[in-house]
């Protein structure tokens, strides 16, 4: 039988039901759940819902590796057996789609119809999931070797969400001066990128000093430094910055429009500054307003100004070879025994995930 945990409502509780093992038809794969990871997405669903998901009881949860079990019809590209990584950013299925489709340009979050797991597409807080046609043939599903650790390879599609951002603009990494702000799961994924890019100096900007303490003491090394975020913040980061006068690279990591706020007050000559993370709520997005002189900032400071939600195919190759090849060898640190949770226990790691001081929930469906 395949367990699906239904969330009835925003802050809500999850319900067990049971129902058959669905049979993949002409192209299709079943898929077997082996791990999911929880995102602060997750968490803000949980707490407040998301105009994207139109009906309640939903399937959420979006970070997740599984195994091949079942092929359709046709299906040649993989194997019962594989193990395989699944993206969050999905094609809306139209496979004439400029954007998604068989000739499309791939970059699916600039779609109109956009999909993504576990919001339009049912998520993966299930045991088993069929992926259509569409999905198998276009969409952002990564093969791991049968011996990879399963507790990264759920961590395929967070980690490509960063490497987007700090991708987009070429050599904003490479012996520079990167800027953190926050100290959560996505600032620690681009401390460990960072750090295998090359990066000259990284800096963590984080309001609680537990957290920063834990992910500078796991992940850090001596051209690491954190910043308490308290009246001061501005300056100590411009005197770490030294002998530059800004940094290079500034990826606002926290959900908040104080978090906006302090990263354009860290942009100077030649930053690149990646609005990491988006400010949202039950009622959607709201306006943010920031002047910008287009000419003597934009064009004479060279500075970019750039976004990054979810991941194309670009981030999602670039975050599959960094785990496969060993190139991030302290992710498993990202999660602790405390941080570690069963299906049936779905509610207990959401709140965890919200707690200050935690960074990577999983969820074992073994």
């Not at 239904?6 to 794969?29: A, H, R, S």
């Amino acid at each position: 039988m395949n367990k699906i945990y239904y969330l009835d409502k925003p802050g809500g509780t999850f319900t067990e039901k049971e129902v058959e093992i669905p049979v993949p038809q002409k192209g299709e794969i079943l898929v077997k759940t082996r791990r999911t990871s929880v995102c602060q997405s997750d968490v803000v669903i949980y707490n407040h819902g998301l105009p994207r998901i139109k009906e309640w009881p939903a399937v959420v949860l979006h970070e997740v590796c599984c195994e091949v079990v079942a092929l359709g019809a046709g299906v040649a590209s993989f194997s019962v057996g594989d193990v395989v990584g699944i993206g969050c950013d999905i094609p809306c299925g139209k496979r004439d789609c400029l954007y998604c489709g068989d000739e499309g340009t791939g970059d699916w979050t600039s779609c109109p119809d956009t999909w993504a797991t576990g919001h339009e597409f049912p998520g993966f807080s299930r045991e088993y999931a069929v992926l259509p046609d569409w999905f198998v043939d276009l969409g952002p599903i990564k093969k791991f070797p049968k011996e990879i650790d399963l507790d990264l390879a759920c961590q395929l599609e967070p980690l490509a969400c960063c490497l987007e951002g700090m991708t987009r603009v070429n050599n904003c990494i490479e012996n520079r001066v990167v800027v953190l702000i926050g100290a959560g799961s996505q600032s620690t994924y681009a401390l460990q990128a960072a750090r295998a890019m090359g990066a000259r100096k990284i800096i963590m900007v984080n309001r609680g000093k537990e957290r920063l303490e834990r992910v500078l003491k796991d992940f850090g090394d001596e051209n690491t430094v954190g910043i308490l975020w308290n009246e001061h913040v501005v300056e100590n980061v411009f005197k770490e910055c030294k002998p530059f006068n800004e940094p290079h690279f500034v990826m606002m990591n926290v959900p908040h429009q104080a978090g906006y706020e302090l990263a354009t007050k860290l942009v100077g000559y030649n930053t690149v500054l990646d609005a990491h993370a988006g400010v949202k709520g039950p009622e959607g997005k709201p306006v943010i307003m920031h002047e910008l002189d287009l000419n003597n900032d934009i064009h004479y400071k060279l500075q970019c100004f750039q976004a990054t939600h979810g991941s194309s195919m670009h981030g999602i190759n670039l975050a599959h070879e960094l785990i496969v090849n060993n190139k991030l060898p302290l992710l498993s640190k990202m999660t602790n025994e405390s941080e570690q949770f069963k299906p049936n226990q779905l509610l207990e790691a959401i709140k965890r995930a919200d707690d200050r001081d935690s960074l990577k929930i999983i969820i074992n469906w073994d």
